[in-house]
């Protein structure tokens, strides 16, 4: 899918894959093939992409030329300048953080689940922007792309103490339900993102089972993915 989020940005090529394009996970036996297909229909050439090997954890990798057609291991996060690389991760109820400065020309993409989340990715993604490329929070625009909404995000009681300094992104009906989405968007406000430069495209993968793979919905064998990607339009 498109996110019409950028649109405003002719210059940037984003979206996600949807669950018919098929298993996107790195590793999966099928996921090679996949990925070529949906990319060279995006015409974009399967060689411009890298791929962040994800630990679900807070390490943001600056990427160029020389990572193109490779996974980064250990890292959950990528930001790259060079104009011939398209940067990926996978999600299936994770949430796509998508990143980019107009002035500075910087796109990124972090991996955002509660672990990642809690760990650091998306403030260390903000401190790897501003630190190599002088990026202004001011001037940042991100986007959160489909995750699982708190409407399908229960947690348990242990994950819900871990996330207690976000009481406004913890519901409690019976069960606790956290929203991840509000949480990033607190970390990013905090750090001086401006409120109307956050938008959210607002899918739930766990809801739309047509569109979309989903973790805690599917409780897979083995884990199945979409493929998320930013980068500059050749
Ligand atoms: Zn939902």
Not at 7 to 29: C, F, H, Q, T
Not at 111 to 124: E, P, T
Request: with cysteine; proline share 3%; glycine share 8%.
């Amino acid at each position: 899918m498109i996110l019409e989020d950028f649109s405003e940005y002719p210059e940037i090529i984003i979206g996600v894959s949807e669950k018919p394009d098929g298993n996107m996970k790195l590793g999966a036996r099928e996921s090679k093939n996949n990925r070529e297909r949906f990319f060279s229909n995006k015409k974009i050439p399967f060689t411009s992409v890298v791929s962040a090997g994800l630990v679900h954890g807070a390490r943001v990798k600056i990427v160029g030329k020389k990572n193109r057609g490779k996974i980064v291991k250990g890292t959950d996060g990528l930001a790259t300048k060079d104009r011939g690389t398209i940067l990926t991760v996978t999600v299936a109820d994770c949430i796509p953080i998508y990143f980019y400065d107009q002035e500075k020309q910087v796109v990124a993409i972090a991996h955002g689940g509660w672990k990642g989340i809690l760990a650091g990715i998306v403030l260390n993604t903000l401190t790897a922007l501003e630190d190599n490329f002088k990026v202004n929070p001011k001037m940042l625009r991100v986007l959160l792309g489909p995750g699982i909404q708190r409407c399908h995000y229960e947690i348990q009681n242990n994950v819900a103490e871990k996330f207690k300094m976000y009481p406004k992104a913890l519901f409690l009906k019976e069960k606790h339900y956290l929203d991840l989405f509000k949480v990033i968007r607190l970390q990013l406000v905090e750090k001086g993102l401006r409120e109307e430069n956050i938008s959210v495209s607002g899918q739930c993968t766990y809801e739309d089972e047509t569109r979309f793979f989903s973790y805690r919905r599917d409780k897979p064998k083995t884990v199945q993915a979409m493929v998320a990607f930013i980068g500059f339009r050749n």
